[in-house]
């Protein structure tokens, strides 16, 4: 049997590794030697990891994503605490994923003035959004740790998933935005954003929210 080390390997952009019949200790070590600063991203389920290597079109749109989110939390004065790409395990479920963002907001109070995240004490995101999803893996890992409000977005599609009964339901309106149409807005923003700009469209976006609250 031929054993590498990580470092030996290469995963190019938009591609993913999975290592299968990996349990909980060695994903452990292999967090510890792939280290805190890289551009990989993880998942773990089931006895399998999966390591991606996200694309340029992958890091601009859930910067976008993020930031949109970020807007509306501001504009409808919403606390938060945004903790981007955090890597969050647990040992019991036999899971860890990294979002490409996660925010903490009904929980925010909780979460305030923390820098490293304990999930046997601290609650999951209340809000994680992923990009171009590629596989169970992902899916499985968010499942188990209970994240309740999944944003996936895919193909130009944004999809709003809710947990309930312990699996992912796809919904029309964001529980955490129930008054706007999410769907329709992130879609229109990340289409401005090619046409007009990252900056321009966000900064119409704003308007476009600051005019939602003076209608209310």
């Not at 019949?21 to 399998?48: M, P």
């Not at 992958?58 to 605490?81: A, N, P, R, S, T």
């Not at 004490?121 to 999803?133: K, N, R, S, T």
Request: glycine share 4%; with cysteine; proline share 5%.
């Amino acid at each position: 049997m031929i054993t590498l080390q990580l470092r030996q390997l290469d995963v190019p952009p938009g591609q993913r590794l999975l290592i299968r019949n990996l349990d909980w200790q060695q994903f452990e070590r292999i967090l510890v030697e792939l280290g805190e600063t890289r551009s990989s991203r993880i998942a773990y389920s089931h006895s399998i990891l999966e390591i991606r290597m996200p694309t340029p079109e992958h890091e601009v749109d859930k910067e976008l994503i993020g930031d949109l989110v970020k807007i509306l939390l501001d504009e409808l004065e919403i606390d938060c605490e945004c903790f981007g790409s955090t890597t969050f395990k647990q040992e019991t479920m036999d899971s860890g994923i990294e979002p490409d963002q996660c925010f903490y907001i009904q929980n925010q109070a909780q979460m305030r003035g923390k820098r490293r995240i304990d999930l046997t004490i601290d609650p999951p995101p209340d809000l994680a959004i992923e990009v171009d999803v590629t596989s169970k893996t992902q899916i499985d890992a968010y499942t188990a740790l209970g994240v309740a409000e999944l944003w996936r977005y895919e193909k130009n599609q944004l999809n709003i998933y809710t947990l309930q009964a312990g699996q992912y339901q796809r919904v029309e309106i964001s529980p955490t935005f129930p008054t706007l149409p999410i769907l329709n807005l992130v879609t229109q923003v990340l289409e401005q954003s090619i046409a007009i700009g990252r900056s321009a469209a966000l900064r119409a976006f704003r308007q476009q929210i600051k005019a939602f609250k003076s209608s209310m």
